[in-house]
Nanobody, 128 residues
Framework: QVQLVESGGGSVQPGGSLRLSCAAS????????LAWFRQAPGKKREGVAG????????YYADSVKGRFTIAQDDTKNMLYLQMNRLKPEDAGMYYC?????????????????????RGQGTQVTVSS
């Protein structure tokens, strides 16, 4: 049974940093499509970052480019999201997701329903 478990969320002040982690059991991240999503109260869920671990290509929402970095560690079978210069609008529940195959990933990495597995989320709060 595949399980994805996020961790690393918390409360930070604007301008601060957090690193989210996503541990997988029953699933290996190599040659896979992985992503981070977030959802703030009253807002639609949005794709934040995606990575094709087969070729290393990464994708980011415009709102986080230059501030967030998605990375995967094969040796630890972990997915990370390094979040720097956090803003209040970055707050929300963050979810990791994984899939073995997503057609035209560059175009579809933001599609929540394209992923086979999703975690339960970790909360990020950004406020002063």
């Amino acid at each position: 049974q595949v399980q994805l478990v996020e961790s690393g969320g918390g409360s930070v002040q604007p301008g601060g940093s957090l690193r989210l982690s996503c541990a997988a059991s029953g699933y290996t991240y190599s040659n896979s499509y992985l992503a981070w999503f977030r959802q703030a109260p009253g807002k639609k869920r949005e794709g934040v970052a995606g990575i094709n671990t087969g070729n290393g290509d990464t994708y980011y929402a415009d709102s986080v480019k230059g501030r967030f970095t998605i990375a995967q560690d094969d040796t630890k079978n972990m997915l990370y999201l390094q979040m720097n210069r956090l803003k209040p609008e970055d707050a929300g529940m963050y979810y990791c997701a994984a899939a073995r195959s997503i057609y035209l990933y560059a175009l579809n990495w933001r599609d929540w329903n394209a992923y086979d597995y999703r975690g339960q989320g970790t909360q990020v709060t950004v406020s002063s």
